[in-house]
């Protein structure tokens, strides 16, 4: 079993800055890919990114390509996703996910969730 628990989510301008952070614990977490998803009102969840459980591997949705930046510190069992340029399009409920490796993950087939933590951008 694994647990995600989220933390970092908050209020911020258009064009500005924000990092969110997962932190996995569980007797296999660290051998897990691990990614992030969002969810905004009124639509489906959609992935985000994903990284692999090396953190060697990397993968974004086209629409944060050069924007977000996703990380992982293996120590800490925590993985990281940084978020530039936001605009009023990145506001949602942003969930991280585990999974066997980055094309399962990317593709929905997740084995843990955490809760969500919710970002907001405003104009």
């Known amino acids: 079993q694994v647990q995600l628990v989220e933390s970092g989510g908050g209020l911020v301008q258009a064009g500005g800055s924000l990092r969110v952070s997962c932190a ?18 009124g639509k489906e969840r959609e992935f985000v990114a994903a990284i692999s459980w090396g953190g060697g591997r990397t993968a974004y949705a086209d629409s944060v390509k050069g924007r977000f930046t996703i990380s992982r510190d293996s120590a800490k069992n925590t993985v990281y996703l940084q978020m530039g340029s936001l605009n009023l399009e990145d506001t949602a409920v942003y969930y991280c996910a585990s999974s066997r490796d980055t094309n ?4 929905g087939l997740c084995d843990y969730w955490g809760q969500g933590t919710q970002v907001t951008v405003s104009s």
């Open 24 to 41: 996995a614990s569980g007797r296999t977490a660290s051998s897990y890919a691990m990614g992030w998803f969002r969810q905004a009102p």
């Open 104 to 107: 399962r993950l990317r593709s």
